[in-house]
């Protein structure tokens, strides 16, 4: 009998994830920002009139507001936090930033209603994007993952639905409050329709 072949798994595609639920600081973090983003949500005009011109159902200050981490210490309690997941992830990407670090350029926050999504996108001008969930009500969207390389498949068959998740065309991760998800800011993901009676709350964000 021959010796079977190997399979390598070659340019491989990263998702990062953290649950940081459980941790004193993280749950007091989680209360303030819960409470912040919903008082920003309600006082941010201009941002709810984009969020209403754009078809959001709920609520964005991804186009209204570009100083969370000033505006709010919460905001900034919370950068402190990422600036080291965002690092930890870098390293395990082996990127090479010739003694730099990424910073963050951008932060928005993002309330879901009962039966809103965010269609499929990426975020471009940016290396890592990634979100932190503050308030994940059951039933609520899961996040969910395009492979990249969808478009070059042409005939490739379908995927067995019991197949490994690396081996699938979409892959839904369900995060819980407290979870930071990261990943490489090309990566096309979207929240599916929210099937929660509540909001869903999450803070998302870019590093350059």
């Known amino acids: 009998m021959k010796t079977p072949g190997s399979v390598t798994p070659l340019f491989v595609t990263n998702l990062y994830r953290a649950d940081l639920a459980g941790q004193g600081k993280v749950d007091a973090l989680l209360e303030d920002l819960d409470d912040t983003c919903r008082a920003i949500a309600d006082e941010d005009e201009a941002g709810q009139t984009w969020s209403q011109q754009k078809g959001y159902v709920g609520y964005t200050s991804y186009a209204s507001l570009n100083d969370l981490p000033a505006r709010a210490s919460v905001f900034a309690e919370l950068k402190a936090v990422l600036d080291g997941h965002v690092a930890a992830f870098a390293e395990a990407l082996d990127f090479d930033l010739h003694g730099k670090k990424l910073k963050l350029d951008s932060m ?81 993901h979207e929240v599916p329709i929210n099937l929660s009676d509540d909001v869903r709350i999450s803070v998302s964000f870019n590093y350059g």
Do not use: C
Request: no cysteine; charged share 15%; net charge neutral.
């Open 108 to 188: 928005w926050i993002n309330i879901l209603e009962p039966m809103g999504h965010h269609s499929s996108h990426i975020h471009p001008h940016s290396v890592i994007s990634g979100t932190f969930y503050v308030s994940i009500p059951e039933g609520a969207s899961a996040l969910r993952l395009e492979d990249p390389r969808l478009a070059f498949m042409m005939h490739a068959p379908l995927r067995k639905a019991s197949g490994k998740a690396e081996h699938q065309s979409f892959v839904n991760v369900t995060p819980m409050a407290g979870t930071v998800l990261l990943w490489e800011s090309w990566l096309r």
